[in-house]
C-alpha cells in the first residue's frame, strides 16, 4: 500500500467519522475543498462512490459503509500502539477526551483533573458537557461519565462516586401560605421546576420510591431548563418545587435557604461510573485518569 493510499483512507475516515468535510477538514488541518478533492480522487481510483453529498450533509454509501468498518478497527489499534509507547517516557503522555453531564463534571471529574495537571504535564484533558446519552465510539471520546444504570452492557465500568440520592426542594418563601407535599402525588398541587431532556425534547418524570413501591410523576410549572444549575437558582428564588441531585441542595438545606422534601420517597441509587469501551486498548494516559477517579469507599 502506497503513502499516498494510506493518507486517502484516512482523510476518507475523517469525513465518514465527522459526516462533515468542514470538521474534518478544521481537524485535518486542510481546507474542505482540499479534502473534497482527496476523497474524490479516492473514489476514482476504486471505481466506487464512498460518501454521498448533499449541501447540508455527509453520508456514508453501502460501499463507504464497507470500507469504513474494515479500515476503522486498524487505525485505532495503530494510534492505540503509538499512545502506548509513552509508557516509555518518564510519565504518561497524550490527549484524553471525555464526555460528561455538568454535575458530574463539576463534582467528580474536575477535581481529579485538578490534581492531575500539575504532575501530568503531558496530559492533555478535554471535558466535554453533554447530558445526552453520547456514543463515544462514534464520536471519539475516550470514556464517558454516567449513572451506573445508564451505562450499557458492552462497556467496561468503574465506579467513581458513592451512591447518590434525589432530593424535592423548595424555598421558605415558595411554601410560605401553601401545603407541603406529604406524597409524589400532591406535587400536583405545586409549581414544579421540570427539566428537559436531551433525548426527544421531552421532560423528565420526577422518580421516587418507598417500600418497593416505584412512582414516576410528571410535574408541571411555569419553568423548564436543561441546566441543573438553573433550576437550582429557579428554587432559591422561591419561584416552584426542583428535583435535584440532594448534595447540590444540601448547603441551602444547612443554611435555611431550602427545605427538604419528601425525604423517605428517594432513596440512594447507583452513583457515577467511567466507561469505555471493552474492545479498546487503554493508553497509559487514559490508565491514569481512570485510577484518579476510581472510587475507594
Not at 75 to 86: P, Q, R, T, V, Y
Not at 150 to 158: G, L, N, S, Y
Not at 170 to 198: F, K, M, Q, V, W
Amino acid at each position: 500500500m502506497t503513502r499516498q493510499t494510506i493518507s486517502d483512507l484516512l482523510s476518507f475516515r475523517a469525513v465518514a467519522r465527522e459526516r462533515s468535510f468542514t470538521r474534518a477538514a478544521a481537524q485535518m488541518g486542510v481546507s474542505p475543498s482540499a479534502l473534497s478533492h482527496t476523497v474524490r480522487g479516492l473514489e476514482e481510483r476504486l471505481g466506487v462512490r464512498l460518501l454521498t453529498r448533499t449541501t447540508r450533509s455527509v453520508a456514508l454509501t453501502q460501499a463507504g459503509e464497507r470500507l469504513l468498518v474494515t479500515i476503522d478497527p486498524h487505525f485505532d489499534e495503530i494510534e492505540a500502539g503509538l499512545a502506548a509507547l509513552s509508557e516509555l517516557r518518564d510519565k504518561p503522555a497524550g490527549a484524553i477526551r471525555v464526555t460528561s453531564g455538568d454535575h458530574a463534571a463539576r463534582s467528580i471529574l474536575w477535581p481529579a483533573i485538578a490534581r492531575l495537571v500539575p504532575h501530568y504535564p503531558d496530559i492533555s484533558f478535554e471535558v466535554v458537557i453533554d447530558t445526552a446519552l453520547t456514543d463515544i465510539v462514534t464520536e471519539r471520546f475516550d470514556g464517558g461519565v454516567r449513572l451506573g444504570e445508564q451505562v450499557a452492557k458492552d462497556m467496561i465500568a468503574v465506579r467513581i462516586g458513592p451512591d447518590m440520592r434525589m432530593a424535592v426542594v423548595g424555598a421558605p418563601s415558595y411554601l410560605e401560605g401553601r401545603s407541603p407535599p406529604r406524597t409524589p402525588h400532591d406535587l400536583a398541587a405545586h409549581r414544579c421546576i421540570n427539566l428537559r431532556l436531551p433525548t426527544l425534547g421531552g421532560l423528565y418524570a420526577w422518580e421516587f420510591e418507598r417500600s418497593s413501591r416505584e412512582l414516576k410523576v410528571r410535574v408541571d410549572g411555569p419553568l423548564a431548563f436543561n441546566d441543573l444549575g438553573m433550576i437550582l437558582n429557579s428554587a432559591l428564588a422561591g419561584l416552584g418545587l426542583a428535583y435535584i441531585p440532594q448534595d447540590l441542595a444540601e448547603p441551602y438545606f444547612v443554611d435555611g435557604r431550602l427545605v427538604h422534601l419528601l425525604a423517605d420517597w428517594t432513596p440512594p441509587f447507583s452513583g457515577y461510573h467511567l466507561y469505555y469501551p471493552s474492545r479498546r486498548q487503554q493508553s497509559p494516559a487514559f490508565a491514569v485518569l481512570v485510577e484518579a477517579l476510581r472510587w475507594r469507599a
